[in-house]
């Protein structure tokens, strides 16, 4: 447990869930699992979940051959990602969802207007968004005190930078929460 700047205690995040499982989604789900988290990638249909998987798993037997992780390593984190088809079968006590979706509002937004349904309250929602506004995004959740931008810069297993954005609306502790997250990833918060 970690000490809020305004007080309380701050609950970390444990469980994610990253919504798009193309070059930027499994790069985020690999570099999660990779710092200890539970993961899951969720996308649209199978194939894409799995078309996901194996870029994560691409990546990770490159290593092996570098002898940047062991076989065994690489066999742990390949088991806290799990493949999940659907937006509406995240799990509700996800502590923090990443949408990592092609830039178009009016998909984000419906992919937002699921999580809500699907969420449970203290779930935070963050949007790997690069140019569309955070605080229309923000405003277009049940929950916008707990939304932020997160934009990851590719490749985001290997680029250190993260920019967390709040919203307007967004609450200090979600911006806390958010910022030890990307902290535990080993990323510089802009």
């Known amino acids: 447990m970690n000490r809020l700047r305004f007080g309380g ?3 970390p995040v444990q469980r994610v869930a990253i919504i798009g499982a ?3 989604g499994s790069g985020i789900a690999q570099k999660s699992a990779q710092e200890g988290f539970d993961v899951q990638m969720v996308d649209r249909e199978q194939p894409w979940v799995d078309r996901g998987q194996g870029i994560i798993a691409g990546f990770l037997d490159e290593a092996v051959e570098r002898r940047i992780f062991s076989e065994d390593e690489v066999a742990a984190i390949k088991g ?3 493949g999940v088809v659907g937006t509406e079968n995240t799990a509700p006590q996800t502590d923090l969802v990443i949408e990592a979706v092609f830039e178009d509002f009016d ?3 419906a992919v937002f207007s699921a999580l809500d ?3 449970e309250p ?3 929602l963050a949007s790997n968004t690069s140019s569309l506004s955070v605080n229309a995004l923000a405003e277009a959740t049940g929950r916008p005190d707990r939304f932020v931008g997160l934009h990851f810069f590719y490749h985001p297993a290997k680029n250190r930078l993260v920019e967390v954005i709040p919203a307007e609306t967004t609450s200090d502790e979600t911006v806390e929460r958010t910022a030890q997250y990307c902290k535990t990833l080993g990323k ?3």
Do not use: F, P, S, Y
Request: glycine share 10%.
């Open 122 to 124: 203290h779930t935070i």
């Open 107 to 109: 998909v984000k937004t």
């Open 80 to 82: 806290r990602v799990k």
């Open 9 to 11: 205690v701050m609950e």
């Open 188 to 190: 510089g918060a802009t």
């Open 117 to 119: 349904d699907v969420c």
């Open 22 to 24: 193309g070059n930027m």
